[in-house]
């Protein structure tokens, strides 16, 4: 049973315009969230968290929003730009900081220019 | 620099064999953890280790084995009874405590049976 879920395999995107990655969880316990960008053959970076007590966090070009009630988080990333292009990943933990990430199983963005 | 190290880059396996997939961190993180990626499959927590000499098994353990003897290293083993071994697995770290704490992660190493 998947708890984060990432239903869009890939999407593509016109360079400088918005990119939109979207995310579910189902389990109710969760209550930080977290984006990793991951290229080929490297290790994941991080990118932005949000906590559920806030319903938006933003860090440049990069906006986390949260909809707790619906389980729902979305990356925004304005605008696009080529080096933007790689695999997202969403996770997810309670809140207590011990408990390992769940990972969904990752959007492939690629920014056209 | 502090980070994560893995090693071997590339590992090539023989059926029937195991390996051992080396995992070291200078960050004094007290957690570390194996995941393995496969196409279409994200992250997957293999084992998971918050102190020394005690570790968990994640989601896939069947087939690995670990060992915590210092805070520092943390190696993975794939045993031959692990029937698909060949993936990009990744060695991550954490500090622990905090909800917002971070998990890092080394660059990977791919091992493939032949």
């Known amino acids: 049973d998947q708890q984060v879920k990432q239903n869009s395999p890939s999407l593509s995107v016109q360079e400088g315009r918005i990119s939109i990655l979207n995310c579910d969880y189902t389990n109710s316990m969760f209550d930080y969230f977290l984006w990793y960008k991951k290229y080929p053959a490297e290790g994941p970076t991080f990118l932005i968290s949000?906590?559920?007590?806030?319903d938006k966090n933003e860090d440049g070009r990069f906006t986390v929003f949260l909809n707790k009630s619906a389980k729902h988080l979305s990356l925004h990333i304005v605008p696009s730009q080529p080096g933007d292009s790689a695999v997202y990943f969403c996770?997810?933990?309670?809140?207590?900081?011990?408990?390992?990430?769940?990972f969904g199983k990752g959007t492939r963005l690629s920014v056209i220019a | 620099d502090g980070g994560i190290t893995q090693s071997p880059k590339y590992l090539f396996r023989k059926e029937g064999q195991n390996v051992t997939l080396s995992c070291e961190q200078n960050l004094n993180h007290d957690a570390m953890y194996w995941y393995r990626q496969d196409p279409g499959q994200g992250l997957r927590l293999i084992y998971y280790s918050q102190i020394v000499n005690d570790f968990q098994k994640g989601d896939i353990a069947e087939g690995y084995s670990v060992s915590r003897e210092k805070k520092e290293s943390f190696p993975l083993t794939v045993t031959s009874a692990q029937k698909n071994p060949t993936a990009f697995y990744l060695c991550?770290?954490?500090?622990?405590?905090?909800?917002?704490?971070?998990?890092?992660f080394g660059e990977g190493s791919w091992l493939t049976v032949v």
């Open positions: 949000i906590s559920s007590i806030k």
């Open positions: 991550a770290s954490s500090p622990l405590g905090q909800p917002g704490n971070t998990i890092y």
């Open positions: 996770a997810a933990r309670p809140d207590s900081g011990n408990t390992p990430l769940v």
